[in-house]
């Protein structure tokens, strides 16, 4: 089984951009997307043998979040049940007969910090939601989670300890995701610098690969042994995130 996650930046500039080839040549059992900025009624997305699921944001052109699957879920929730969380759709959540799939896109600290104590409450309530569904299966989270968790997962660590995506805060939120037990599959095979997921667009800064790893898929301890490889599709663009993915072998 095949899982890929992609924050698109923009479902609709995507698809100018080379979406749906990209989609093939991933071959993906379940995709999901982030940033998809999109209601599902404004726009046409061709896949055809895969089930949709739609989280929209209530301010238009904002955020957002999907995922596409082959196999049909045996439930799908919608956010985390919290109403201070749940109007920017950030969150889907779907059952499967294996484990939970949960997709998120992290609410940014952003510019000058002004929203990183919302970020942390964040953080503890999704690591809660996780933790709940834990107690009946096996659970895999993935997204743009926006942190880079340790210096090895950006460029230039010294330079922006305190810029949003790589405060101690947002990194010790993370810490808690692994100290629960969580495993981040991309570092159980590659352990090298130089892997970053996300670059930005200015001073040709993908090019240079001058970039931030901030897409992820975790995974439950009790997954491991399923867990056959992780990769960062690199050389795929559209975005400017490109895909991360995860092979798994489950009976």
Not at 58 to 79: C, D, H, M, N
Not at 136 to 149: E, M, Q, W, Y
Not at 174 to 202: Q, V
Request: neutral net charge.
């Amino acid at each position: 089984m095949r899982l890929v996650s992609w924050n698109v930046n923009g479902l609709r500039a995507a698809i100018k951009n080379g979406f749906l080839d990209s989609v093939a040549s991933m071959n993906p059992d379940i995709l999901c997307l982030q940033e998809t900025r999109v209601s599902p009624h404004e726009i046409n997305v061709e896949l055809p043998g895969f089930h949709p699921f739609w989280n929209t944001a209530q301010k238009r052109g904002y955020s957002g979040t999907a995922i596409f699957s082959r196999t049909e879920p045996l439930g799908v929730s919608y956010g985390l049940g919290m109403a201070e969380h749940d109007a920017e759709g950030r969150v889907i959540t779907l059952e499967f007969e294996r484990f939970h799939l949960v997709n998120v896109y992290t609410p940014n600290a952003q510019h000058e910090l002004t929203r990183l104590d919302y970020r942390q409450q964040w953080d503890a309530d999704f690591l809660s939601h996780l933790v709940m569904l834990e107690r009946t299966r096996p659970v895999i989270f993935c997204g743009d989670l926006n942190v880079a968790h340790r210096e090895i997962d950006l460029k230039n660590p010294k330079a922006n300890e305190r810029n949003p995506g790589f405060t101690i805060e947002e990194r010790t939120g993370f810490d808690r995701y692994i100290s629960h037990g969580f495993i981040d599959t991309f570092r159980e095979f590659n352990k090298e610098p130089g892997n970053y997921t996300w670059w930005s667009y200015r001073f040709r800064a993908r090019e240079k690969n001058i970039g931030w790893r901030i897409d992820y898929f975790c995974i439950s301890k009790a997954l491991r042994p399923a867990l056959k490889g992780a990769c960062i599709y690199k050389d795929i663009y559209g975005s400017d995130h490109c895909p991360v993915g995860i092979e798994l072998a489950l009976p």
